[in-house]
């Protein structure tokens, strides 16, 4: 008898947290540094809010040799990376992944890709269109940026959070990482993936219409 | 009779011989052909793909069994030396640049090649270190 409530109070939790994880919906997470800052209200009184990274001004050109910037990518969720077109190791198999789900978006126009490169010398507009024709995602959906050195890896590191460098000892002289970065309509990151490895690639394919249903109310 | 018997031994043992020494041959082709798929997969199936499919216009795919053969003497040069030009492979055009992988060894081409030559489609049958050397005092 003494029990009893024990097991009610258990019985009561576990139907709860059944419930609770019915009802609510998934809603990705926020990535990136995060600030706080005082928010003073009409009646005088204060609260705290959190302030998350979003992504910084830019201007690029892109495959076309057309200045593109962030309002290129107003109102739409869009995936970012970095590579460079004579990759030998990681950037076949991030495209080939990430081409999927460029095809399974093709048709939604709230989703784009944003593909900087980091060999600032060799992949010029030109070379990054004949790239892009090859790769047969020649359209307004997948850009591919290209910009000058310090803008590029400055963007990188500080804004999406990727690692990207040059080596001297790398085949093909550049080392970096090989992240697919979700960013949502407000400028913030909503999602990190291996561009290498498919199963991640595939929840990055999933996890876009979770994000854009957010913008659905 | 004696003669019977006789012949019938010498020529169980020459089948014997013969049979044996084939499937030694098969023994040493399958663990060529092991050898290379494993190297296939840390050297070349970033690029190449999973199942030799290439990516799109940008690298061909490993499927296409008439160029394969046809360009048999070439296969050690390209995976040793990589390569740029504009190629035919299943009746599209690359010239995108394949870059060269000179620290493979004559034996580790020779296992690539025996397991691009009989997977996906080719059956060519083994290839030997040998004949990796020879072809690769050949590049061009």
């Known amino acids: 008898m003494r029990h009893l409530p024990l097991r009610i109070l258990l019985l009561f939790c576990a139907v709860l947290l059944v419930f609770n994880s019915c009802t609510k919906e998934r809603k990705l997470p926020i990535y990136g540094n995060r600030d706080t800052k005082i928010v003073k209200h009409a009646d005088g009184s204060s609260s705290i809010d959190t302030v998350y990274q979003t992504i910084p001004d830019f201007t690029f050109l892109n495959q076309d040799s057309v200045k593109i910037n962030n309002n290129t990518f107003k109102n739409k969720v869009y995936v970012a990376d970095f590579f460079f077109t004579s990759c030998p190791s990681i950037c076949p198999i991030m495209h080939r992944n990430l081409k999927k789900v460029y095809e399974d978006f093709k048709g939604n126009p709230e989703v784009m890709f944003l593909s900087h490169t980091i060999d600032y010398k060799y992949d010029t507009p030109h070379i990054l269109k004949k790239y892009a024709a090859k790769l047969g995602v020649d359209d307004k959906k997948w850009q591919f940026a290209y910009g000058k050195r310090n803008d590029i890896y400055t963007i990188a590191e500080k804004s999406y959070l990727v ?55 | 009779m004696r003669r ?4 019938a031994l010498v020529l169980l043992t020459i089948t014997t011989m013969i049979y044996s020494c084939q499937s030694a041959e098969q023994i040493k082709q399958d663990m060529y052909f092991a050898n290379g798929r494993d190297l296939y997969v840390k050297r070349c199936q970033n690029c190449h793909g999973q199942k030799a499919e290439g990516l799109a216009n940008l690298i061909p795919p490993l499927t296409d069994a008439r160029y394969l053969k046809k360009n048999k003497n070439k296969l050690a040069c390209i995976i040793k030396n990589g390569l740029n030009e504009k190629i035919i492979v299943n009746n599209r055009e690359f010239s995108e640049k394949m870059p060269a992988q000179s620290d493979l060894n004559d034996i580790d081409i020779a296992q690539i090649i025996v397991y691009l030559t009989n997977s996906n489609g080719s059956k060519q049958g083994m290839y030997n270190t040998e004949a990796v050397t020879a072809d690769l005092k050949k590049c061009k």
């Open chain 1, 163 to 217: 690692a990207v460098q040059e080596d001297s000892t790398e085949k093909g002289s550049y080392v970096h990482q090989g992240w697919l970065i979700l960013i949502d309509k407000d400028r913030k990151m909503r999602g990190i993936y291996d561009g290498t490895d498919s199963k991640a690639v595939e929840k990055l394919g999933k996890d876009i219409p979770t994000l854009l249903a957010e913008y659905k109310k």
């Open chain 2, 4 to 7: 019977y018997i006789l012949s």
